[in-house]
């Protein structure tokens, strides 16, 4: 069977979409109709006028194109691409921290789960978390959940103190000061640019840091021939594309581990997304009242990053 044909014929069939993150292993990132950050396929999943998305990412995002299309089907190639960010804020132990904490609002990361999501009063991506914190008055006080490598970064740069969620991206988590150093001397020529999910340590470092799509557009117009990249290996598929003359080199390099592949997005393969698409299933489901009340959120960071035009 050629897979990628039959795939061809069901999108048109069924009115389907391929959306998937750039964290997907390269031959899924080819066949999707769009590729992109956590932002960007928000962005998208409302534009679309297809029956079916196909998602190509984790859970959260998924749930999220549901959220913002309850009438559609929604499949996830692998149901159990989940997230280490959304897996370590549980909404009661979220809940009951919130409570603590009656005068502050909740910007919450896209990575959590609906059920976070219903107790957020703005969602925020790594590609708009700066301007919607700025968003609010200095003097507000608020949560920020569930990265705190991230959290603590905006905080940083905004000159907030939003009381942070204790939660990592155990892909970015990893990535080690040594390692970056190691890389850096051995390539003295090469920028490091970092995803924000780093660690501070990490980011102290970097000569740029920025969201999945920033770092993607800072190797296109920047002059450098050579990159350390500290974020997950799928992006550089991408920048391989559009600057087939630079050299992109993961952080850590250790032929031993595979830590900068996440487990949950390498999850997805092409096979099971044709199945998915082929059998309408795993399909996402939720309950219509967190359906309703999640989509505020999101859909106020939607309308602050459509009037910033990000
Ligand atoms: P962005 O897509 O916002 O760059 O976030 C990266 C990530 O870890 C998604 O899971
Ligand atoms: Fe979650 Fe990190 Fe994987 Fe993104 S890369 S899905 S934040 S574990």
């Not at 957020?120 to 006080?141: H, L, M, R, Y």
């Not at 740029?208 to 021939?225: E, M, N, Q, R, Y």
Request: one cysteine or more; charged letters at 25%.
């Amino acid at each position: 069977m050629d897979i990628l044909r039959e795939i061809g014929k069901l999108k048109k069939e069924k009115n389907a979409v391929i959306l998937a993150h750039y964290y997907q292993v390269p031959e899924i990132q080819d066949i999707a109709d769009y590729v992109g950050d956590s932002l960007g396929l928000a962005q998208q999943a409302v534009k679309t006028t297809a029956d079916v998305i196909v998602f190509a990412g984790v859970h959260f995002m998924a749930e999220t194109a549901k959220i913002l299309n309850p009438g559609k089907l929604v499949v996830l190639p692998d149901l159990e691409a989940g997230c280490s960010l959304a897996d370590g804020c549980p909404p009661d132990k979220f809940a009951a921290f919130k409570q603590k904490h009656p005068d502050h609002l909740v910007i919450s990361y896209i990575n959590c789960s609906a059920a976070i999501k219903t107790m957020s009063d703005v969602i925020c991506t790594s590609g708009n978390a700066v301007q919607i914190v700025e968003s609010f008055p200095k003097d507000q006080k608020l949560i920020f959940a569930p990265d705190k490598n991230l959290g603590d970064y905006i905080n940083k740069i905004t000159s907030r103190n939003m009381l942070l969620w204790d939660a990592t991206c155990e892909v970015h988590d990893i990535l080690t000061t040594e390692a970056v150093i190691k890389l850096k001397q051995a390539h003295p020529d090469a920028k490091l640019i970092a995803h924000p999910e780093c660690k501070a340590q990490v980011l102290a470092l970097a000569d740029f840091i920025g969201s999945t799509t920033a770092l993607l557009k800072f190797t296109a117009k920047d002059v450098a021939k050579k990159y350390i990249v500290a974020t997950e290996s799928g992006i550089l598929h991408k920048m391989q594309q559009q600057s087939p003359e630079k050299e992109f080199l993961v952080a850590p390099s250790d032929e031993t581990c595979n830590c900068n592949d996440c487990p949950y997005m390498k999850l997805n393969t092409l096979d099971k997304l044709y199945a998915a698409l082929k059998n309408g299933k795993p399909a996402i489901e939720l309950d219509a009242d967190v359906i309703e009340k999640a989509r505020i959120p999101i859909q106020r960071m939607l309308d602050i990053s459509d009037k910033l035009g990000l």
